[in-house]
């Protein structure tokens, strides 16, 4: 058993905590995947969705092949973070927020195919059943634990929606996703949470915002680009100190869901 940390676009080194980890590569029947070790006395892993250094935007990065290599080394508690835009003119930027739910209208990848990784016939596939919900309730203690030990308290709970980039949305589609409820949103994460709890993985998610994309969002006091680059600093820091926490000391639950299969004796 194993735990993990989904880390961004901020990171462009396989660095954390000023040490250099060390690269794994693990075998998936999606393709290589390089995990890299924290160097700690247990078995915790990090995942650079955009490698490091980054080179895939987001709809290249390769979600069905990063979730089966979490899966294989035995992931049983993983923590996803991502920066993200705000819709919900209530919810603080700079500040960590953990995520409750998902919305993500279409269970689809950025190639248009579906978020699965039962792309074709497979010993043990199934339809995903959410009985406790994509984010596992007893991770989501756990973060707001070590958000407080490590002085980068929670500052709420939030609906993530995913939506695919590589482009930015237009205003009416924010306004359009704000009047469905979305609080944050961002172009990632969404895939990640979809194909682990597909996989049997617990997971919690935890974002921080870095700009309003609201479109009646008044502008922030004091927003130079000066300010918000110090803003985005603080954020990585908070991030990156939860992470480390997480990798040190997160403890592997009981996966909440089910997966509803079929075999040849009919439905199981």
Known sequence: ??????????????VLGGEALIPF???TRFGPVVLHRYKR???????????APHRYLP?????????????????????????????DLDVP?????????????????PDGSACTVYTEPWPGQGHLVLEEGLFSPRLAQQVRALSDAVGHPIAGSVEFTYVG???????AENRLLARLGAQVNSMTLGPEAVLLAELGVPLAAVVVGHKHSHPSAPAVEGETLEA?????????AATEALAMAWLDRAEPV?????????DDEGLQ
Not at 228 to 236: C, E, F, K, N, V
């Open 165 to 171: 980039g590589p482009r930015t949305k237009t205003a």
């Open 228 to 236: 918000i680059a110090d803003s985005l600093d603080s954020s990585r």
């Open 25 to 27: 590569e693990v075998d």
């Open 59 to 87: 709809n290249q990065i390769p979600y069905r092949a990063h979730a089966c290599a979490l899966a294989e080394v035995g992931v049983q508690a993983a923590l996803l973070t991502s920066s993200v835009g705000v819709m």
């Open 254 to 262: 009981p996966w909440g869901n089910r997966l509803f299969r079929f």
């Open 41 to 51: 006395d247990r078995t915790a892993w990090v995942l650079f969705r955009h490698g």
């Open 93 to 109: 930027l700079f500040s960590p927020l953990l995520v409750d739910d998902l919305i993500m209208l279409e269970n689809r990848l």
């Open 1 to 14: 058993m194993s735990v993990a940390v989904i880390l961004g676009s901020a990171w462009q080194a396989p």
